[in-house]
């Protein structure tokens, strides 16, 4: 099943964000023990296209459970410097 998930970074992280970013990509390289598959993810950004504002996930998992327990173990999360983040389930139509 697919799942989107959306996190929004807490106000004033940027600093924050960019000292976990390497951990944050190494993390994501390998997502196996996860039991996810990534599909597509990257920063969401502000208005001028570069300010990182939050994360969009895009994965496969069997189920909800691993979904969020991937989430949970990304070091954005540790660092808290995401606001609670939305999962859903994701029915692809198109693309």
Known sequence: MLFAIHAVD???VLSRRLDHY?????FLA??????????????LVAD???????SL???EAP????VERFHR?????????????TITG???RQG
Request: proline share 8%.
């Open 48 to 54: 001028d296209d570069v300010t990182m504002i939050g």
């Open 63 to 66: 189920d909800r459970a691993l």
């Open 73 to 85: 173990a990304d070091p954005f999360h540790a660092a808290d410097i995401w606001l609670p983040a």
């Open 90 to 92: 994701f029915i692809r």
């Open 22 to 26: 390497q951990a944050h990509k190494a």
């Open 30 to 43: 390998d997502t196996a023990e996860f039991g996810v598959t990534i599909i597509m993810s990257g920063p």
């Open 57 to 59: 996930f895009l994965v």
């Open 10 to 12: 807490r106000p004033g």
